[in-house]
T-cell receptor, first 115, second 114 residues
């Protein structure tokens, strides 16, 4: 019964580099979410998958951000040409179903620092 | 759009003190309301939830009541422990088509001293 795992836990990138952040959801969870948490703030929604389908990407801050979940399990959040304002903790969550009353289980996050 | 406003911290209490962390929300329809907790070095965990007006969520001695008339969901605990030291986030999911999307407050850091 492992929880949601994320890797790497910490990532330092130079401005302009591309990064890829990985999320392994709880086995059998249909729904997967990415959130961005800036320092001293609450998490903010980025995108939502149901199985392999990306149903909502309205929270992605720019076209440099791209997420995928090709086989309906592991997901990758990719940020191209990183900027300093991308520095944040990126949280992944999964739930058995996507309804609003279903608990979302969060991973420990990846702390991205862009120099 | 939906929003959550919660009491800004940090909050520092002595062990066995009474805790209240205020949370109010703005949302259309009938949102579901949540309190999440983040212990040092750990991920966010659901503490309690309420899905309709007048529901009371409770867990680990914490409780919060969904008050639609005041659009509030204040977190309370009668006697805090050192182990309750953490960051607490109030959150909601809206009703309607995007009801999967959690909207969080900024978080309140609670420190409980022995």
């Amino acid at each position: 019964g492992a929880g949601v795992s994320q890797s790497p836990r910490y990532k330092v990138a130079k401005r302009g580099q591309d990064v890829a952040l990985r999320c392994d959801p709880i086995s059998g969870h249909v729904s997967l979410f990415w959130y961005q948490q800036a320092l001293g703030q609450g998490p903010e929604f980025l995108t939502y998958f149901q199985n392999e389908a990306q149903l909502d990407k309205s929270g992605l801050p720019s076209d440099r951000f791209f997420a995928e979940r090709p086989e309906g399990s592991v997901s990758t959040l990719k940020i191209q040409r990183t900027q300093q304002e991308d520095s944040a903790v990126y949280l992944c969550a999964s739930s058995f179903q996507g309804g609003g009353y279903n608990e979302q289980f969060f991973g420990p996050g990846t702390r991205l620092t862009v120099l | 759009g939906n929003s959550v406003t919660q009491m800004e911290g940090p909050v520092t209490l002595s062990e066995e003190a009474f805790l209240t962390i205020n949370c109010t929300y703005t949302a259309t329809g009938y949102p579901s309301l949540f309190w999440y907790v983040q212990y040092p070095g750990e991920g966010l965990q659901l503490l309690l939830k309420a899905t309709k007006a007048d529901d009371k969520g409770s867990n680990k001695g914490f409780e919060a009541t969904y008050r639609k008339e005041t659009t509030s969901f204040h977190l309370e605990k009668g006697s805090v422990q050192v182990s309750d030291s953490a960051v607490y986030f109030c959150a909601l999911t809206g009703s309607g088509g995007s009801n999967y999307k959690l909207t969080f407050g900024k978080g309140t850091l609670l420190t409980v001293n022995p």
